[in-house]
């Protein structure tokens, strides 16, 4: 495979990425997966065009579609990205839709696929846990299915796709309203969008189990552009988890994600967003929330595997008394680049926001925390903390905290503190002393340190999740 180099804007750090001898994914290697549909090229007006008229999308998502691209088309590079010129987007197949009819029973989907979701343990989980599951592989929703229960609640939970046909004029009302074409990579995904999830709460309606999309890439050079819609009615509750995985392949694939979610007066969110890429993948994850008077917005990430990855959940508190949260832990195993930030803008008096960040890296690994904390003049009281933590288990590995705060309004509190150090030798004598290996103590202080996501996770994910790590840390240390 071709050498690529990727230059960091950090202190001369350099990732070389060469052909990823990975070992760590939960769904093994690569299984073929036949397509019905693929567009390739360009990213150009003839492309965009095709795309929407195969999907058979009504002409104001057309239009939305060619405006975005327009804006691509002018907009630089972000220059604070760790790949400039590097993402050949003409090499990736731009849309992939599987030769798989849409399924509303495990059994009915192609035996390869099963064994995906049943490695992820998402039927077991289904059974007991959730109110509703959307999955996509590639660029196409492969099953679907939704509890009967919130249909009757009023509740709206289906594949994006169905959703611009069956809904228009409120899907219209808010797509690409929330988070719109501002840069590049968010007018790339409006442009070539496909699949995602769009959950609508009427106003006070709680839903009590989660909502679950799954997210799955299932070869090299693929382009993924999910874009999902979530949008809480007054006083109502929700829960997304977005699940994202894929199996080991040679090369490199893009996920250029975007979610919105807008939250009426008195609502509460909670978004968890768990990625188990294998590591030909570079994943972007453009999220964000507007969340008006007295609302709650809880963001809660987990980040493993993956060639790069570049998170910054963010909400905009836009009415008084809103609140969010913004939990994130990465660990970067082996010449990876793992950013989870968060941004928060603070437009109304009384808000509040938390901040917390924890990043590992070991065996040549790159952490960085890159955060915004705005208070507008005017928002009265506002209150903001930001802690970030990194555990460097090597000499080779790397970690960066990049806080910027604008505060303007007198009355408000703002702290941020940071900490990076090194696993105790003490912790490590310890454990080793009630024998454990080095490498098994090591895995459970890391284990540990994640407690901030683990806990809130349900027990399921819990044990999903904590395997994940497990398998990571066992086994990568092999190539470091």
């Known amino acids: 495979m071709k050498l690529v180099k990727y230059t960091m804007g950090m202190s001369d750090v350099k990732l070389d990425f060469t052909k990823a001898e990975d070992v760590s994914s939960?769904?093994?290697?690569?299984?073929?997966?036949?397509?019905?549909?693929?567009?390739?090229?360009?990213?150009?007006?003839?492309?965009?065009?095709?795309?929407?008229?195969?999907?058979?999308?009504?002409?104001?998502?057309?239009?939305?579609?060619?405006?975005?691209?327009?804006?691509?088309?002018?907009?630089?590079?972000?220059?604070?990205?760790?790949?400039?010129?590097?993402?050949?987007?003409?090499?990736?197949?731009?849309?992939?839709?599987?030769?798989?009819?849409?399924?509303?029973?495990?059994?009915?989907?192609?035996?390869?696929?099963?064994?995906?979701?049943?490695?992820?343990q998402i039927p077991e989980v289904e059974s007991r846990l959730l109110a509703g599951v959307i999955s996509q592989v590639d660029s196409g929703v492969v099953y679907e299915n939704v509890r009967r229960s919130l249909e009757e609640a009023g509740v709206v939970a289906m594949s994006m796709d169905e959703a611009v046909k069956r809904y228009p004029d409120l899907v219209a009302r808010y797509f690409g309203k929330v988070f719109p074409?501002?840069?590049?990579?968010?007018?790339?995904?409006?442009?070539?969008?496909?699949?995602?999830?769009?959950?609508?709460?009427?106003?006070?309606?709680?839903?009590?189990?989660?909502?679950?999309?799954?997210?799955?890439?299932?070869?090299?050079?693929?382009?993924?552009?999910?874009?999902?819609?979530?949008?809480?009615?007054?006083?109502?509750?929700?829960?997304?988890?977005?699940?994202?995985?894929?199996?080991?392949?040679?090369?490199?694939?893009?996920?250029?994600?975007?979610?919105?979610?807008y939250v009426h007066k008195g609502a509460r969110v909670k978004l968890v967003d768990l990625k188990n890429w294998s590591k030909g993948v570079v994943?972007?994850?453009?999220?964000?929330?507007?969340?008006?008077?007295?609302?709650?917005?809880?963001?809660?990430?987990?980040?493993?595997?993956?060639?790069?990855?570049?998170?910054?959940?963010?909400?905009?508190?836009?009415g008084e008394y809103a609140k969010t949260t913004v939990t994130s832990v990465a660990l970067a195993n082996g010449p990876t680049w793992k950013e989870e930030g968060a941004k928060v803008f603070h437009d109304a008096p009384h808000t509040s926001s938390k901040v917390v960040s924890k990043g590992v890296s070991l065996n040549g690994g790159t952490t960085v925390y890159r955060g915004l904390v705005y208070v507008r003049k005017g928002a009265k009281y506002a209150k903001s903390s930001v802690s970030c933590d990194s555990l460097v288990l090597d000499e080779k590995s790397r970690a960066y905290t990049i806080p910027h705060e604008q505060v303007f309004e007198d009355s408000a509190t703002v702290t941020h503190e940071a900490y990076t150090g090194k696993i105790s030798e003490d912790k490590l004598f310890y454990l080793r002393s009630r024998g454990l290996s080095e490498e098994e103590a090591r895995s459970l202080i890391v284990l540990g340190y994640f407690h901030d996501v683990m806990v809130n996770l349900p027990m399921e994910y819990m044990s999903i999740f904590n395997k994940a790590i497990e398998l990571e840390l066992s086994k990568l240390h092999k190539i470091g």
């Open 26 to 120: 939960m769904l093994g290697l690569a299984k073929p997966i036949k397509w019905d549909v693929t567009i390739t090229g360009r990213v150009s007006r003839d492309a965009v065009e095709e795309l929407s008229r195969i999907r058979g999308e009504p002409d104001w998502m057309r239009r939305l579609r060619l405006r975005a691209l327009e804006m691509f088309e002018r907009q630089p590079w972000p220059n604070w990205l760790p790949l400039e010129g590097n993402i050949n987007l003409e090499s990736l197949i731009l849309y992939a839709k599987p030769s798989v009819e849409r399924a509303r029973s495990w059994d009915e989907l192609p035996r390869e696929l099963r064994e995906y979701y049943e490695a992820l």
């Open 181 to 261: 074409p501002e840069y590049k990579f968010a007018s790339l995904n409006i442009a070539l969008w496909s699949g995602g999830v769009f959950v609508y709460v009427p106003p006070n309606t709680r839903v009590k189990m989660p909502i679950e999309l799954v997210v799955l890439i299932s070869s090299a050079n693929v382009g993924q552009f999910e874009h999902s819609l979530i949008v809480v009615g007054e006083n109502s509750q929700v829960e997304l988890i977005v699940a994202c995985a894929a199996p080991v392949f040679s090369g490199l694939s893009l996920h250029d994600g975007v979610t919105e979610v």
């Open 283 to 318: 994943y972007f994850g453009n999220n964000r929330a507007i969340a008006e008077a007295n609302t709650n917005v809880e963001w809660l990430s987990g980040s493993l595997g993956g060639k790069v990855t570049m998170v910054y959940p963010m909400t905009v508190l836009k």
